[in-house]
Nanobody, 119 residues
Framework: QVQLVESGGGLVQPGGSLRLSCAASGFTFSSVTMSWYRQAPGKERERVAS????????TYTDSVKGRFTISRDNDKNAVYLQMNNLKLEDTAVYYC????????????WGQGTQVTVSS
């Protein structure tokens, strides 16, 4: 079965950095677009970044451009989110998502990892 397991969240001061990881299994990872989303308390879940199956295309929401970098390692079935210059408003639960997986075309989510930016 499809599994997505995020890790790397934690507490960091403003201006600090974190690197999130998402380990994937149960599907052909190298054929699937992967995304990072986040959800802050009281807010809707929003897409943060996406990366195409081969990594050639990356997109970001405006608020993280120049600070966050999405990458993937298809040999390790993993996707990453490097977050630099973190701001208070980056505080949220971060989720990875596998988009349009297999013949069924379903999307799958991980359980999330908490990122808290606080002084």
């Amino acid at each position: 079965q499809v599994q997505l397991v995020e890790s790397g969240g934690g507490l960091v001061q403003p201006g600090g950095s974190l690197r999130l990881s998402c380990a994937a299994s149960g599907f052909t990872f190298s054929s699937v677009t992967m995304s990072w989303y986040r959800q802050a308390p009281g807010k809707e879940r929003e897409r943060v970044a996406s990366i195409s199956y081969a990594g050639g295309s990356r997109t970001y929401t405006d608020s993280v451009k120049g600070r966050f970098t999405i990458s993937r390692d298809n040999d390790k079935n993993a996707v990453y989110l490097q977050m630099n210059n973190l701001k208070l408003e980056d505080t949220a639960v971060y989720y990875c998502k596998a988009v349009n997986v297999g013949r069924g075309g379903n999307d799958y989510w991980g359980q999330g990892t908490q990122v808290t930016v606080s002084s």
